[in-house]
């Protein structure tokens, strides 16, 4: 990858990564309890619901850092854009719509081929393991 683009990306990151850590200031200033938000149930179901949604953006933002993080060592060691999986470069425009991508197009459509189906769908490798395989639940019957 030429240096200016991986300039450009860097720069992506650098800035996504401030706004990140802004808005989580943010949050967590705006995370305290007021006694009066806790005036009745009805009250306390809407405070319960909006932490709720804070801790998922929260857990959504940073895992979104690590993958910025990594994407800047890549940047530092110059593999950045280069696909992990079969070593091509990794198209321009999936990187400006993906930046932290770390496989090319069809590399990326071979494993979500791969993936695991369940009872409930696709088990996504982002999500952790499933409920269905915790519960060791399986599709044998037992003689």
Known sequence: ?????????????????NSIL?????????FTLSPDDRYDEIDQA???IDQSMRWR???REAFYIK?????????E????GECEACGEDIEIK???ARPTATLCVSCKEEQERKEDLTA???????LGTSVFRLTGSSNKTSN
């Open 22 to 30: 802004f808005n989580d200031r943010v949050i967590q200033e705006d």
């Open 120 to 126: 409930s769908g696709r088990a996504f490798k982002s």
């Open 67 to 75: 993958k910025i993080d990594e994407a800047l060592k890549r940047i």
């Open 57 to 59: 953006l929260r857990n």
């Open 1 to 17: 990858m030429q240096k200016e683009m991986a300039r450009k990306f860097k720069r992506i990151f650098e800035s996504q990564r």
């Open 94 to 96: 999936r990187l400006e």
């Open 46 to 48: 809407a405070v319960d």
């Open 77 to 80: 060691d110059g593999s950045f």
